[in-house]
């Protein structure tokens, strides 16, 4: 009988593992926000940033007025009647949007289009802010205008206007730095002398008839814009007027929020990925223990270390093992002293006692603690080496004691000798 493929202890662990990992899932994907409430700083319905909308949605919303954001493109044709509201379409992807646009007027009745005006950077420190805005190309916004049928340029006066008229009750709405439409075949809703920043347009779309209200600057229902002055009343009064009892539909897929109804995209969305990540891992381990085992058993590796490291590491300690700590700790500490040296140019003839003088005095303007003439007393002191008195080529000897001790006092003032190195080389 043949043994089993997985020890028990293993089995069990891929069980647990397993069971924690579904929970997980189960829990998260409980906690997770729904569909339709995705995380954003950008100028959509979702956004709660300076340039977002998501303050005029619940505002509407809490006036009565039924709204639905939609992330599936197809939405607004199940109510044919409903307004369809496309809020700062960017412009970037020209021919992308232009074949949006024209699917979505295919369809559309009525659609409120508000103009995009603002480039937004997302705050790394804050996702849902945004650290800088900047003005779109106004060049942009005019071909938005080309695809939905408008004739008119974009305007953006120095100065705001002083008086608008057409707003309901004669509300004024306050724009520090107003976008306007001129030129444009547009009835004028709400205007100045300057332009326009409401206009209503009656035309007809690949043979359907359509009713498009264009609000030329967002700042009048952004975040920042909306508490300011009328603004809310005019942005509210805009959005609505084409409105009866029918829904407000805006379309998040011009914000790259869409939704796909693929079943392969939804698996590998969160968090469905987690359970077939699940499914890919128990046939991995089913193909694994299905598997026949072939040919000779793989050789056990060497125990005995090959290679330079391994010819470093027991050279060292067959020194270390005949007590030469002082024969090694003198040539560290030269060709220390020599590297130094160097580094700073110092003259290659200069005799030893000259050079460590010069470098001391190097050290102490650093401010360091140590330097080649008290490492050089330090080693004295302790009888690690001796400097004075050898004859050239002798090896040096560690004083009488146990072999541990001598090791540790080695080790220590060869860190002291690697610190005044680094502190040299790299310090202040």
């Given at each position: 009988?043949s043994?089993p493929?997985?020890?028990?202890?293993?089995?069990?662990?891929?069980?647990?593992l397993?069971?924690?990992?579904?929970t997980?899932?189960?829990?998260?994907?409980?906690?997770?926000?729904?569909?339709?409430?995705?995380?954003?700083?950008?100028?959509?319905?979702?956004?709660?940033?300076?340039?977002?909308h998501?303050a005029l949605?619940?505002?509407?919303?809490?006036?009565g007025?039924?709204?639905?954001?939609?992330?599936?493109?197809?939405?607004h044709?199940?109510?044919?009647?409903?307004?369809?509201?496309?809020?700062?379409?960017?412009?970037?992807?020209?021919?992308?949007?232009?074949?949006?646009?024209?699917?979505?007027?295919?369809?559309?009745?009525?659609?409120?289009?508000?103009?995009?005006?603002?480039?937004?950077?997302?705050?790394?420190?804050?996702?849902?802010?945004v650290?800088?805005?900047?003005?779109?190309?106004?060049?942009?916004?005019?071909?938005?205008?080309?695809?939905?049928?408008?004739?008119?340029?974009?305007?953006?006066?120095?100065?705001p206007?002083?008086?608008?008229?057409?707003?309901?009750?004669?509300?004024?709405?306050?724009?520090?730095?107003?976008?306007?439409?001129?030129?444009?075949?547009?009835?004028?809703?709400?205007?100045?002398s300057?332009?326009?920043?409401?206009?209503?347009?009656?035309?007809?779309?690949?043979?359907?008839?359509?009713?498009?209200?264009?609000?030329?600057?967002?700042?009048?229902?952004?975040?920042?814009?909306?508490?300011?002055?009328?603004?809310?009343?005019?942005?509210?009064?805009?959005?609505?007027?084409?409105?009866?009892?029918?829904?407000?539909?805006?379309?998040?897929?011009?914000?790259g929020?869409?939704?796909?109804?693929?079943?392969?995209?939804?698996?590998?969305?969160?968090?469905?990925?987690?359970?077939?990540?699940?499914?890919?891992?128990?046939?991995?381990?089913?193909?694994?223990?299905?598997?026949?085992?072939?040919?000779?058993?793989?050789?056990?590796?060497?125990?005995?270390?090959?290679?330079?490291?391994?010819?470093?590491?027991?050279?060292?300690?067959l020194?270390?093992?005949?007590?030469?700590?002082?024969?090694?700790?003198?040539?560290?500490?030269?060709?220390?002293?020599?590297?130094?040296?160097?580094?700073?140019?110092?003259?290659?003839?200069?005799?030893?006692?000259?050079?460590?003088?010069?470098?001391?005095?190097?050290?102490?303007?650093?401010?360091?603690?140590?330097?080649?003439?008290?490492?050089?007393?330090?080693?004295?002191?302790?009888?690690?080496?001796?400097?004075?008195?050898h004859?050239?080529?002798?090896?040096?000897?560690?004083?009488?004691?146990?072999g541990?001790?001598?090791?540790?006092?080695?080790?220590?003032?060869?860190?002291?000798?690697?610190?005044?190195?680094?502190?040299?080389l790299?310090?202040?």
């Amino acid at each position: 009988m043949s043994e089993p493929v997985f020890r028990k202890s293993v089995v069990v662990a891929l069980v647990g593992l397993a069971l924690v990992s579904v929970t997980f899932a189960m829990l998260t994907g409980n906690m997770q926000p729904s569909a339709g409430r995705p995380e954003s700083s950008q100028p959509d319905s979702y956004s709660t940033s300076a340039v977002g909308h998501a303050a005029l949605v619940a505002l509407l919303e809490e006036l009565g007025h039924t709204v639905h954001q939609s992330r599936r493109q197809a939405m607004h044709v199940t109510d044919p009647g409903a307004v369809l509201v496309l809020l700062e379409p960017q412009p970037w992807d020209s021919e992308g949007l232009t074949q949006s646009l024209e699917d979505l007027t295919k369809t559309a009745t009525r659609l409120v289009l508000v103009l995009p005006k603002w480039w937004a950077e997302e705050d790394p420190e804050n996702p849902a802010w945004v650290s800088l805005v900047r003005w779109l190309p106004m060049e942009r916004i005019n071909d938005l205008l080309t695809s939905v049928g408008i004739e008119a340029r974009v305007l953006r006066p120095a100065r705001p206007p002083t008086a608008w008229t057409g707003g309901p009750d004669d509300a004024q709405p306050e724009l520090s730095h107003p976008q306007l439409l001129t030129k444009a075949d547009l009835q004028p809703v709400v205007s100045s002398s300057a332009g326009v920043l409401v206009g209503l347009k009656r035309l007809e779309r690949y043979g359907n008839p359509l009713e498009l209200v264009v609000v030329s600057d967002p700042d009048l229902i952004s975040t920042h814009g909306l508490a300011r002055g009328e603004n809310a009343l005019v942005a509210v009064d805009a959005l609505t007027l084409l409105k009866d009892d029918s829904p407000l539909i805006i379309d998040e897929t011009q914000h790259g929020h869409g939704l796909t109804s693929h079943l392969a995209a939804e698996l590998l969305r969160f968090p469905l990925v987690i359970g077939l990540i699940h499914v890919v891992l128990t046939c991995l381990i089913v193909l694994w223990a299905g598997l026949a085992r072939f040919g000779p058993p793989t050789p056990a590796p060497s125990r005995r270390p090959s290679g330079k490291r391994a010819l470093i590491e027991n050279t060292a300690q067959l020194l270390v093992g005949a007590g030469q700590h002082g024969f090694l700790l003198k040539r560290y500490f030269e060709l220390t002293v020599n590297r130094v040296g160097a580094a700073f140019h110092l003259p290659a003839g200069l005799d030893e006692a000259e050079r460590h003088r010069r470098l001391a005095a190097m050290a102490r303007r650093r401010g360091l603690a140590d330097d080649p003439l008290t490492l050089t007393q330090e080693l004295r002191e302790t009888s690690l080496i001796e400097v004075a008195g050898h004859r050239e080529g002798e090896a040096d000897s560690l004083p009488s004691g146990s072999g541990p001790r001598r090791s540790r006092r080695a080790l220590a003032l060869a860190s002291r000798i690697h610190q005044w190195h680094e502190d040299m080389l790299h310090g202040s």
